[in-house]
């Protein structure tokens, strides 16, 4: 799957030019990356409980009123896909996908599945089970 690409552009420069160029750049060549805070808004300070290994999954279309990050969290959750996914899909920092899930948690956009976990200590009746299964091979 092939993570959504934004075009940006300059306050001063023209909506039809900023369609035709590719990503504006300093005059050093180096990518004029949009400040996390305007991606993240301004959210209560609290996050949703989500680990990098949490699945996400979308329970609706993104909405008009959504900003560019959330209707791309959207899309790309079509299928199941772990928070650090997302992030490595989107190029954004583990902590600010957080801040965009947590709002669409809280509209109730995506549902936060946990990851499965797994017992620390193995049931001592499946051990002998297979030891005993084994030993009759």
């Not at 772990?82 to 902590?95: D, I, K, M, Q, R």
């Amino acid at each position: 799957m092939t993570p959504p690409q934004r075009q940006r552009r300059s306050p001063g420069q023209e909506p039809s030019a900023a369609s035709t160029s590719a990503a504006q750049s300093k005059d050093d060549g180096t990518p004029n990356p949009e400040r996390l805070f305007v991606i993240g808004g301004e959210g209560s300070g609290e996050r949703a409980d989500i680990d990098l290994v949490t699945l996400i999954v979308a329970r609706a279309e993104p909405p008009v009123s959504a900003t560019p990050e959330q209707a791309a969290l959207l899309r790309l959750c079509v299928a199941p896909l772990s928070a650090a996914e997302l992030s490595a899909y989107l190029g954004l920092p583990f902590s600010v996908v957080t801040v965009l899930l947590t709002d669409l948690l809280a509209t109730e956009l995506v549902q936060a599945r946990a990851p499965i976990v797994r017992q620390k200590v193995a049931d001592r009746n499946l051990l002998e089970a297979v030891m005993h299964g084994l030993q009759k091979l």
